[in-house]
């Protein structure tokens, strides 16, 4: 079942008129993800767009989260886990750009923190988490290659700023493992939630690939 809303563009709605009118027409959303569902009313929505911009939406108090510009078009976003509360949010870009940010804490004006990666040098389409182990996700790229990395976390999540007001610690991103499967971009990607390391892709050069990523169960989860 499909619901149509009414049409209005984002840019100009107030922070708490989000919600059924959040339909874009000044700018191409490129990319949406759930995320903080870990109940029944808690619902945010992280949205890319191509000049860049990067929302995060509360569904549930119908206001704008945050923002900021990442300086390239968004092609990717993920959370590590959907039915979590907010831990870390992927996001992929133009110009071979990966940014994780630590959704945990959000300074009043640096917003999250995040790590950024130039993995490989051509567009990254798309990012998806090994559900078995959320700190391990995929990237997907415009050469047709894929990035395995893992997030390391910080001693310290957390810190004071000069101000005694919490801002968070970005982690460090370690490649685990890359290889070019294709001569076309990587299209799309999905891991297997029954065997660990099992995988699906498809390439632009009209192939469908099932690939399997052995020893991912040797690197253990931050809890």
Same mark, same amino acid.
């Given at each position: 079942? @499909?619901?149509?809303?009414? +049409?209005?563009?984002?840019?100009?709605?107030? +922070? /708490?008129?989000?919600?059924?009118?959040?339909?874009?027409?000044?700018?191409?959303?490129? %990319?949406?993800? @759930?995320?903080?569902?870990?109940?029944?009313?808690?619902?945010?929505? %992280?949205?890319?767009? &191509?000049?860049? &911009?990067?929302?995060?939406?509360?569904? /549930?108090?119908?206001?704008?989260?945050?923002?900021?510009?990442?300086?390239?078009?968004?092609?990717?976003?993920?959370?590590? /886990?959907?039915?979590?509360?907010?831990?870390?949010?992927?996001?992929?870009?133009?110009?071979?750009?990966?940014?994780?940010?630590?959704?945990?804490?959000?300074?009043?004006? +640096?917003? @999250?923190? *995040?790590?950024?990666?130039?993995?490989?040098?051509?567009?990254?389409?798309?990012?998806?988490? $090994?559900?078995?182990?959320?700190?391990?996700?995929?990237?997907?790229?415009? #050469?047709?290659?894929?990035?395995?990395?893992?997030?390391?976390?910080? %001693?310290?999540?957390?810190?004071?700023?000069?101000? #005694?007001?919490?801002?968070?610690?970005?982690?460090?991103?370690? $490649?685990?493992?890359? #290889?070019?499967?294709?001569?076309?971009?990587? %299209?799309? @990607?999905?891991? *297997?939630? &029954?065997?660990?390391?099992?995988?699906?892709?498809?390439?632009?050069?009209?192939?469908?690939?099932?690939?399997?990523?052995?020893?991912?169960?040797?690197?253990? +989860?931050?809890?």
């Amino acid at each position: 079942c @499909f619901f149509f809303f009414k +049409q209005k563009t984002a840019y100009e709605i107030a +922070q /708490r008129l989000v919600g059924s009118e959040m339909c874009i027409r000044d700018r191409d959303c490129w %990319a949406v993800a @759930f995320g903080n569902s870990y109940n029944t009313e808690e619902r945010v929505l %992280a949205a890319g767009y &191509d000049n860049g &911009d990067l929302k995060v939406f509360d569904l /549930r108090q119908n206001m704008l989260l945050w923002d900021t510009n990442l300086k390239n078009a968004v092609c990717g976003v993920e959370f590590d /886990r959907k039915e979590i509360s907010m831990n870390k949010l992927a996001v992929t870009t133009l110009e071979s750009k990966c940014h994780v940010f630590d959704m945990k804490t959000c300074h009043p004006e +640096q917003g @999250f923190a *995040s790590v950024t990666e130039l993995p490989q040098k051509s567009t990254i389409w798309g990012v998806k988490h $090994l559900p078995q182990n959320r700190d391990i996700f995929m990237t997907l790229a415009g #050469n047709g290659g894929l990035n395995l990395y893992k997030y390391n976390y910080p %001693a310290k999540r957390v810190i004071k700023d000069e101000q #005694n007001l919490d801002k968070g610690v970005p982690g460090t991103l370690t $490649l685990l493992n890359e #290889n070019v499967l294709s001569t076309q971009p990587v %299209a799309s @990607f999905d891991w *297997s939630p &029954d065997k660990i390391g099992l995988a699906c892709l498809s390439c632009l050069d009209q192939t469908c690939k099932v690939i399997i990523v052995t020893k991912l169960n040797t690197y253990q +989860q931050f809890l």
